[in-house]
């Protein structure tokens, strides 16, 4: 995650002290000080977050998504432990993107806007480090779920007749995904330091007002730069690489119509019934390759943002206005607690649409009618992970 921090440790260290001795101070319980929108300013920087009416419009926009935030993703957790069909192994995956938006509703969402507009961390110091270290971690957990559901879409696909995952199984490569993910941002955790506005000056000058949590203790901008671009491949490129394969080879056999599980059923169907099955079943494939595309979307701006940063290559627009543009992209990449819910909801609609209970009574009348039969096949043996009908299409979710 970008956060703040970041923008105010290059504020900071661009300060001179011959700025400073221009500022006007102020004074707080430990005595005089600097405040930090005065500093900014003395720089020819035109912080437009501290503007009313801007900060009006990201209050209201962060409200917004912190409140369906938390109704569109506790509706989903709701919608799942009242709907055993809905208890499936793959979905797991998808409950996990749930739990890391909610993660991000209540930490990202209100403590990210309120420190790049006041400046001024207010939330202690071990929140310094969690903080940074959830949403961080959310980002890796959200791109490897998706890329272990195309992975396990594609082994299916290939080799129909193995098992799909088991529920345990998606429950432990959750976990792993969690380890794994914390592990790699133990770096990024102990980089972030709770510090005063003293941190930024040099002894015996005025230090600023307030406190920060910032990333002071890489040893070397070189490590933060290799780490920076190392977290961009893990998060990004390397997911994005294998989901792209994965589904580009799904969508290719769905449309081939290559594979064909249970012949006797498959014959009792219509061309209609194998053509609607295919149908949605490519509707499901797309609705997940949505989610992909969402996640790229509304994380790629801050990621890109961050990288810039930590290079120093940032252009003169984002050098005028930092903390606005930080903030714009922070709010793109929190709009995604939205979109994951409704394309959840989306998806669990045109799962649910892809049951067999019309094909099952057209079949049931062939039958009385003297035709094919279906014998031993149980509404449980169909839902919630695949149906029949759609195996025949191509493919099982």
């Known amino acids: 995650m970008v956060s703040s921090a970041a923008t105010i440790s290059t504020i900071s260290t661009t300060t001179t002290p011959s700025t400073i001795s221009n500022v006007i101070t102020s004074h707080s319980n430990n005595g005089s000080c600097i405040q930090i929108a005065e500093a900014i300013a003395a720089q020819g920087i035109d912080d437009i977050t501290v503007d009313f009416y801007i900060r009006s419009i990201f ?160 040893q070397s901008e070189n490590s933060r730069k290799i780490y920076g671009t190392t977290v961009m491949l893990l998060q990004f490129v390397v997911p994005m690489a294998v989901i792209t394969y994965c589904y580009f080879k799904i969508l290719q056999k769905v449309s081939k119509d290559m594979i064909i599980q249970n012949a006797q059923f498959c014959q009792s169907l219509t061309q209609k019934q194998r053509s609607d099955a295919t149908s949605r079943k490519k509707k499901v494939n797309y609705i997940l390759i949505a989610m992909v595309v969402t996640f790229i979307g509304c994380w790629l701006p801050l990621t890109l943002l961050n990288l810039v940063k930590d290079f120093k290559k940032e252009p003169e627009w984002l050098k005028r206005q930092p903390f606005f543009w930080a903030i714009n992209a922070h709010v793109i990449a929190m709009s995604l607690v939205v979109w994951n819910p409704l394309l959840f909801f989306w998806l669990t609609r045109k799962q649910k649409r892809s049951g067999l209970s019309k094909i099952l009574n057209s079949t049931e009348g062939s039958k009385k009618a003297g035709g094919s039969g279906l014998r031993g096949i149980q509404l449980h043996d169909l839902l919630p992970t695949s149906t029949h009908s759609d195996r025949c299409a191509g493919n099982s979710f």
């Not at 914390?182 to 330091?193: A, C, G, Q």
């Open 59 to 218: 209050t209201f926009l962060y409200g917004f998504l912190f409140v369906l935030g938390i109704f569109g993703n506790g509706g989903v957790l709701w919608a799942v432990a009242r709907n055993k069909r809905l208890q499936s192994a793959r979905n797991v995956f998808l409950l996990n993107l749930i739990f890391t938006d909610l993660i991000l509703v209540f930490t990202a969402i209100p403590v990210t806007p309120w420190y790049a507009m006041t400046k001024d961390w207010a939330f202690g110091s071990v929140m310094c480090h969690l903080v940074p270290l959830s949403n961080s971690c959310s980002v890796f957990v959200t791109s490897w779920s998706l890329t272990a559901i195309s992975l396990d879409k594609f082994l299916h696909i290939n080799d129909p007749t193995k098992q799909p995952v088991s529920i345990r199984q998606a429950l432990a490569i959750t976990f792993l995904i969690w380890i794994v993910s914390t592990l790699i941002n133990l770096p990024y955790l102990m980089s972030f330091e709770h510090v005063d506005g003293s941190f930024y000056v040099q002894p015996g000058e005025t230090p600023y007002c307030g406190h920060f949590c910032d990333e002071a203790n890489w």
